[in-house]
């Protein structure tokens, strides 16, 4: 039995994941288990950093 979480964050698509890893068969192993029974979450639009940023600075956005 499993319990505990992970997460993960990434501000690249999960698509390019596989670029990171210099073996295919390790990205893989290791992308299998991550995504295995994962909840996947994809967030749109600007950063909040970004907006903040801008408001802070008086620039519109």
Do not use: C, N
């Not at 499993?2 to 990434?10: A, C, E, M, N, Q």
């Not at 390790?26 to 600007?46: I, T």
């Not at 909040?48 to 801008?54: C, P, V």
């Amino acid at each position: 039995m499993r319990s505990g979480s992970l997460l993960i964050t990434s501000q690249y698509l999960s698509e390019k994941w596989h670029d990171f890893f210099p073996d295919p068969t390790v990205a893989d192993a290791v992308l299998d288990r991550v995504v295995h029974q994962a909840h996947r979450l994809q967030l749109k639009g600007e950063s909040m950093r970004k907006l903040r940023g801008r408001a802070a600075l008086g620039t519109p956005a």
